[in-house]
């Protein structure tokens, strides 16, 4: 079983608890969120050391950090003694159970975490995945690229130099926010060209990769405040 192959049933089992369920953001594998209660399960195929330390860096987040492995067919004195350090060090448990018809995910035990909460990193954490129109991430994936809030927004950018060609700098500000200094300055994706002083255009590459993100591009053309920001700007380029 792969890491990957842990995180469906873990989404169902958060899911169904009332969570809404986020995947790879800030080094977290998992993230349930229901109001103001927050959750973070990390993946392993293993239950080793660097699961432990991933688990216990995620308490800065939040107390409630569950560690989630593949469930195994018999429990013997090893695994005991692992659960044991688990619930000392204040972090929960979930196992997933994969027969021939269907994977379910379980909790073995809750987290009772202490520890005072970094509400810094907590509200980095919270801001990321608030920031994000979808949710194309898959938990443990570590060999693919990852969807993040910093790409949402150049796929933003992109699409309003796609639709109204050349455009200014503060104009692209008023609606992408104040992040598309950033992104435009180091056209980190190389999707942006500078044409003139504080004016920017989309580039070949740019074009070209956006097509790969069909789903975004839908979600925004819907959006009827980008459809009058796009209007608007369209309009003054003719005056």
Excluded: H
Aim: charged share 30%; hydrophobic share 35%; net charge positive.
């Amino acid at each position: 079983m792969k890491e990957t192959d842990l995180f469906p049933p873990v989404k169902a089992l958060l899911e169904s608890l009332g969570f809404d369920v986020y995947a790879e953001a800030i080094n977290c594998d998992v993230i349930g969120r229901k109001q103001q209660e927050l959750v973070i399960v990390e993946l392993k195929k293993n239950l080793n050391l660097e699961l432990l330390s991933q688990g216990v860096q995620r308490q800065k987040l939040t107390n409630k950090v569950f560690l989630c492995v593949p469930e195994k067919e018999k429990k013997n004195k090893a695994l005991r003694l692992k659960e044991q350090v688990i619930k000392r060090l204040g972090l929960g448990l979930i196992t997933v159970y994969t027969s021939p018809i269907r994977t379910t995910a379980k909790i073995v035990f809750e987290p009772e975490s202490e520890d005072r909460v970094n509400l810094i990193e907590r509200q980095k954490l919270l801001v990321e995945i608030d920031n994000r129109s979808i949710n194309p991430n898959t938990g443990g994936s570590t060999k693919v690229p990852i969807y993040t809030a910093y790409k949402e927004t150049s796929i933003v950018i992109a699409n309003i130099l796609k639709k109204i060609g050349p455009t200014k700098l503060k104009n692209i500000r008023s609606f992408a926010g104040k992040r598309a200094d950033s992104i435009l300055s180091k056209n980190f994706y190389g999707w942006f060209k500078r044409v003139k002083r504080g004016e920017y255009a989309i580039t070949d590459t740019g074009l070209e990769e956006l097509k790969s993100f069909k789903e975004i591009n839908e979600l925004l053309c819907r959006r009827e405040d980008f459809k009058l920001f796009c209007e608007k700007l369209t309009y003054e380029k003719t005056q």
